[in-house]
């Protein structure tokens, strides 16, 4: 269940509190990379990696020897042994560090630490906790952390440390401060990805309409709107699905022959290592070229799906959906997941600050389907398979999907209703405020407010601390 009713505040508006007028957005650019360059780049990721497994494996000592993983400590160490260490030395002798930017050696301890203050705080709240695991190559994301102060950009050109310059494909679209960038590969393309502070007025985008819209995401279409339009997804998995089972297909045949050359049977004893033809290599990379595609027909869709939602209405309304326990139902997994609802949520969510929207979470527990829109009385067992039903009460026929966004439509309305008779604070206010709201009707909505204030910043940290205060006293009565 969702927890309780506390305001929720989402992270990327976190900073606004600090009373700073801007939004960090993040802009990916396709590189266009020298051979050379790739190698380095390459050569980069695997440097990170190779840290991160180190420091890993470190931390992991001292928690054995019952420590708190220490990656100041360990930091301290690595620099000691980088240079000097016969693990970090190529066969000439010499300390291959050398070769490649810090940043790149350095960044794996920060993020490694800040993925044990997760952990730790999981387990402190008993909530499930996963320990960070091995990166290995081919099967991680190949990326590397060029740190601000580092990287010039101009025009379509961008200046990295130890490469020089890398044309651009398009150049950066947001004016701004800089914040840091990473460099990534997917299948035979390089990315860079930089995060820019954007301030206020480039970040904000103009809505075309005030509509308050109820979104019900499924999986026989993408998306019912409460409209009655029924948006169908690409379903990119399922098309490619028949292309990709050949190419793994290819992929392991090629392994197996590299097995049986190596007379292994089985699986592969850990520490051995089988070479890679040159055929091999060309297949992972057509299968990794698959992958990627899928990958980015879903997000265009996404993209263009959330930013109409955002762009034509004041309110979206959606399920606060239960995306992984969803995807433990073997039989909806790949058909929930070749949808996307997880990026769908965290596009939203953005786009919903830029658009200056207030996005309705319904909580999980609200029987959206099962509710009839025309007379508001429950249906009883309402089957996954279940397209389209009649209320025993009304008589009413209805639609799966398309009731269960009306529905959400009315709860948001209501919700908005029950939100207008509380004491208004300012609503100039930079926060991106979250309140919950407990209805007549059995749920719970969540309304997240995204609104920009006066340019001047001036009594920022006032409203937003007045608008808490009203949440607080939604909270202590609802107690
Ligand atoms: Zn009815």
Not at 416 to 432: D, E, I, M, R, Y
């Amino acid at each position: 269940m969702c927890k309780g009713t506390r305001p929720r505040i989402f992270s990327p508006t976190e900073r606004f509190s600090q009373n700073l007028l801007t939004m960090m957005l993040a802009h990916r650019i396709r590189l266009a990379p020298t051979p050379g360059q790739c190698a380095y780049f390459a050569r980069a990721a695997g440097t990170m990696r190779r840290v991160w497994n180190w420091a890993l494996a470190e931390s992991l000592h001292q928690i054995a020897d019952q420590q708190h993983p220490n990656m100041m400590a360990l930091k301290k160490r690595f620099n000691a042994i980088k240079y000097t260490h016969r693990d970090w030395l190529d066969n000439e002798g010499q300390p291959w560090l050398r070769t490649i930017h810090r940043d790149a050696h350095a960044q794996p301890f920060a993020n490694l630490a800040r993925a044990w203050s997760r952990y730790f705080k999981a387990m402190r709240e008993s909530r499930p906790a996963y320990r960070r695991v091995f990166k290995k190559k081919g099967r991680c994301r190949d990326s590397f952390y060029v740190a601000n102060d580092k990287l010039r950009l101009t025009g379509k050109v961008v200046v990295l440390p130890k490469v020089g310059q890398v044309v651009l494909r398009e150049p950066l679209r947001w004016p701004g401060r800089i914040v840091s960038a990473t460099v990534s590969r997917e299948a035979d393309h390089w990315f860079l990805a930089v995060l820019v502070d954007v301030p206020e007025r480039v970040a904000r985008l103009r809505r075309r309409g005030n509509g308050i819209t109820g979104v019900d995401l499924g999986v026989s279409a993408a998306a019912t709107l409460s409209n009655g339009e029924k948006i169908a997804g690409p379903r990119p998995l399922k098309a490619a699905l028949r292309r990709l089972r050949i190419r793994d297909r290819r992929q392991s045949r090629k392994l197996k022959a590299a097995k049986d050359i190596a007379r292994i049977s089985g699986s592969i004893p850990k520490g051995v290592r089988l070479p890679v033809s040159a055929n091999r290599t060309k297949g992972s990379l057509r299968l990794a070229r698959l992958h990627a595609r899928i990958a980015r027909v879903r997000r265009d869709f996404l993209h263009k799906l959330t930013t109409r939602l955002c762009r034509e209405n004041q309110m979206v309304v959606i399920e606060d959906l239960n995306v992984k326990g969803m995807l433990a139902n073997a039989r909806f997994a790949r058909a929930i997941a070749d949808v996307g609802f997880y990026e769908f949520r965290r596009q939203i969510a953005y786009k919903a600050q830029r658009y200056s929207n207030i996005l309705a979470l319904a909580d999980r527990w609200y029987p959206s389907s099962k509710l009839c829109s025309s007379c508001g009385r429950r249906h009883g067992e309402l089957g996954i398979s279940e397209r389209s039903w009649t209320c025993l009460h009304c008589n009413a026929r209805h639609d799966r999907d398309v009731n269960a966004a009306v529905n959400l439509q009315r709860l948001a309305t209501s919700a908005l209703a029950a939100q207008s008779a509380l004491p208004v604070a300012s609503p100039a206010t930079t926060l991106g405020t979250a309140v919950d709201i407990m209805l007549e009707v059995g749920g719970k909505v969540t309304l997240v407010r995204y609104e920009y204030g006066q340019q001047d910043g001036s009594g920022q940290e006032k409203n937003a601390l007045a608008l808490l205060r009203v949440f607080e006293s939604i909270r202590s009565e609802e107690r």
